[in-house]
């Protein structure tokens, strides 16, 4: 059986160093703890790529710059752009990026997935299906 990628030849980035980020000073484990851009990133930043060995990161199919949060909405929007427009795949990166936050945020928060604007054929179907 011959396998065809979508796309054979993907533009692979460096990855960027990460800080550690140190825990928070306040020892009360009932407290609710603010989450921002920059940890949703960590949580999704080394999903494979389905049809690739490389990272969403390495792939730069999703960015820091590309996720939203409003944490006193409970609310966090997760925009990504796959590596082609004709991505076959973009379905598949929707539901990982959507599985790993809702198993890796607290329950109260809502999970927005987005293909980036101009960035895939099937993107009105795509945003209809929601």
Do not use: W
């Amino acid at each position: 059986m011959v396998y065809e990628f979508f796309n054979a030849n993907p533009v692979v980035y460096k990855k960027k160093e990460r800080q550690v980020r140190g825990a928070p000073s306040d020892t009360d484990e009932s407290a609710v703890e603010p989450i921002d851009h920059l940890e949703v990133f960590d949580h999704l930043r080394n999903i494979k790529d389905p049809e690739h060995h490389y990272s969403l990161e390495e792939l730069r199919v999703i960015s820091e710059d590309a996720i939203e949060v409003e944490d006193h909405c409970s609310f966090v929007r997760v925009t990504f752009t796959p590596t082609v427009n004709s991505c076959g795949m973009a379905l598949v990166i929707a539901l990982c990026l959507r599985m790993k936050l809702m198993r890796s945020l607290p329950s109260r928060y809502k999970v927005d997935i987005r293909v980036a604007p101009g960035s895939h054929s099937d993107e009105a179907i795509a945003m209809n299906n929601r």
